[in-house]
C-alpha cells in the first residue's frame, strides 16, 4: 500500500506544473484527497482537496482560481494542475487519502518557484 506524489519541479513564477498522487495497493475510489503544502520554517497548510461523492473541491484562497484538483479514477490518480505560479507557491508539497480512520501521505514532491 502505497500513495506516490510526483511532478514537483524547478519552474518561473507564471509556469504551470501538474501534481500527481498515484496510489498501489489501494483504491483512491473511496477516499477524500487532499494535497497539502510545508515551506521551510511554516507549517502544514491544506490548499486544496476533493470529496469521494460528488467531487466537491475546495481550495485555500491563495490557490483559488489558480490551482485545479482532478481525480482520474481509471488512472488511480488524482492530480492538482496549477498555474500562474507564484514564489509563495514553494514549498513541498504532498497528498493525503483519508478515508474514516485510514489514511495515508505521500512521500511529498518539491515544487520551486523562482525567476
Known amino acids: 500500500v502505497q500513495l506516490q506524489a510526483s511532478g514537483g519541479g524547478f519552474v518561473q513564477p507564471g509556469d504551470s506544473l501538474r501534481l500527481a498522487c498515484a496510489a498501489s495497493g489501494f483504491s483512491l475510489d473511496y477516499y477524500a484527497i487532499g494535497w497539502f503544502r510545508q515551506a521551510p520554517g511554516k507549517e502544514r497548510e491544506r490548499v486544496s482537496c476533493?470529496?469521494?461523492?460528488?467531487?466537491?473541491?475546495h481550495y485555500e484562497d491563495s490557490v483559488k482560481g489558480r490551482f485545479t484538483i482532478v481525480r482520474d479514477n481509471a488512472k488511480n490518480t488524482v492530480y492538482l494542475q496549477m498555474s500562474a505560479l507564484k514564489p509563495e507557491d514553494t514549498a513541498v508539497y504532498y497528498c493525503?487519502?483519508?478515508?474514516?480512520?485510514?489514511?495515508?501521505w505521500g512521500q511529498g514532491t518539491q515544487v520551486t518557484v523562482s525567476s
Open positions: 476533493i470529496s469521494t461523492s460528488d467531487g466537491t473541491d
Open positions: 493525503h487519502a483519508v478515508l474514516v480512520r485510514v489514511d495515508y
